[in-house]
């Protein structure tokens, strides 16, 4: 019997607005994004940043999911979450259909949804309207505390704390469980109970992680976001398997991203910071969530051979050092070979020797196990890192 695997993909994962500075080209600059295909073969699109015009190209592509129903929950009307809708090619042709869930405003009243896509396409504002959009558009209003079915998967909402309103979403699936909690500020008792609601036992934990905790208790208190702490408090508190750190500040550089995640990984056994055209997987072999390097950000790989120490921790807690040849780097990561299996997660410590103007030099990388699979050789793993320092 078949084992039931969904994928989800990340298309933006930074928050407020985008960014196109060179220091956040790893982690990424569009607005959010993600694609669900879960096992039942349903196609969920959360929410529409700038990261939907990329998610577009691709299902319009010859080899892509065109003309396949897609279900697309919006978490709010913010600008970040919406602004990808006029770009998105596969609402532009007519064999498609889209069936888009958010809730209905105090500020909007009845067709808040529709209203809000239509408004941001309007004179002056865009040169086309929503009437050239062939592809056929349901909108259904929902309301936080409810929950319905799709296909064989539960979509569960709640409110959370944010300025006008925003819904979380969890869905259960055959495969596991998913919560998206972006945009939403610790503080509310009751709110914050719906987080845990959504993230008891999920998976995925999806949770806002745009400041500091330094920021969240000064200079950004009350403007409706969170941290990587209170994300680990509320993961930790309800069981959630994988904490994904998501909604990055836009002034937030991918070394400061980097030391966020370093400083959470202390706190957590299994967490990942968003990065665009990353690609998690959930309902494998052993349920173990595995997180795939996006290959937008691998682009700058060499093929290499690098002598390299490596020191870090077995699956069993071990200690170990062994020495190995580096076959593939990146500016972002590397593959190596091998023959202590290490933990997903685990921090590991590579000293490569390479030439230099006064002969061989040591360079002294760190960084997280993000993938661990068979390699080529007998006796030997393929493992997957990323480089963090």
């Known amino acids: 019997m ?42 969920f699109i959360l929410d529409c940043g700038t990261g939907l015009r990329m998610l577009g190209n ?50 909007l009243g009845r067709d808040s949804l529709k209203q809000v896509f239509e408004a941001q396409m309007a004179v002056p504002y865009f040169p086309v309207d929503m009437s050239v959009m062939d592809a056929k558009r349901i909108f259904q209003e929902v309301d936080g505390g409810e929950s319905f079915q799709i296909g064989e998967n539960k979509i569960t909402t709640r409110w959370l704390n944010h300025p006008q309103g925003c819904l979380g979403f969890r869905i259960e699936m055959p495969a596991g469980t998913v919560a998206y909690a972006t945009d939403n500020e610790p503080g509310n008792a009751k709110l914050d109970e719906n987080l845990r609601q959504l993230a008891e036992d999920a998976d995925i934990f999806i949770n806002d992680a745009q400041y500091t905790p330094e920021e969240l208790q000064t200079t950004r208190k009350g403007w409706g976001h969170s941290s990587w702490l209170e994300g680990v408090k509320v993961a930790r508190g309800v069981r959630a398997k994988t904490l994904v750190l998501f909604h990055h500040d836009p002034d937030s550089t991918d070394r400061a991203v980097d030391a966020i995640l370093r400083r959470a990984r202390e706190e957590y056994d299994s967490v990942f910071a968003a990065s665009e055209g990353m690609v998690v997987t959930l309902g494998g072999p052993g349920d173990a969530v595995q997180a795939h390097l996006p290959g937008t950000r691998t682009g700058l790989r060499r093929l290499v051979r690098f002598q390299a120490r490596v020191c870090g921790l077995t699956e069993n807690g071990m200690g170990f050092v062994e020495e190995t040849t580096i076959s593939e780097l990146s500016l972002q990561g590397a593959l190596l070979s091998l023959k202590h299996p290490p933990k997903l997660q685990s921090e590991l410590q590579v000293t490569m020797e390479a030439p230099g103007p006064d002969g061989q030099q040591n360079i002294k990388l760190k960084g997280y196990v993000a993938r661990v699979g068979a390699a080529p050789e007998k006796g030997r793993v393929a493992v997957g890192m990323v480089f963090t320092d």
């Not at 039931?4 to 500075?21: C, E, H």
């Not at 790893?26 to 694609?35: A, V």
């Open 2 to 43: 078949a084992v039931p695997i969904a994928k989800l993909t990340f298309w933006g994962v930074r928050g407020s607005t985008p960014t196109v500075d060179p220091t956040t080209w790893r982690y990424g600059g569009n607005t959010p994004c993600l694609e669900l295909a879960a096992p039942d073969g349903t196609q």
């Open 58 to 107: 691709r299902r319009t592509a010859p080899n892509g999911s065109n003309g396949q129903p897609a279900h697309i929950l919006i978490t709010h009307y913010h600008w970040d979450h919406i602004q990808g809708v006029p770009f998105f090619a596969p609402l532009y042709l007519q064999n498609n259909q889209f069936h888009f869930y958010s809730f209905r405003s105090k500020f």
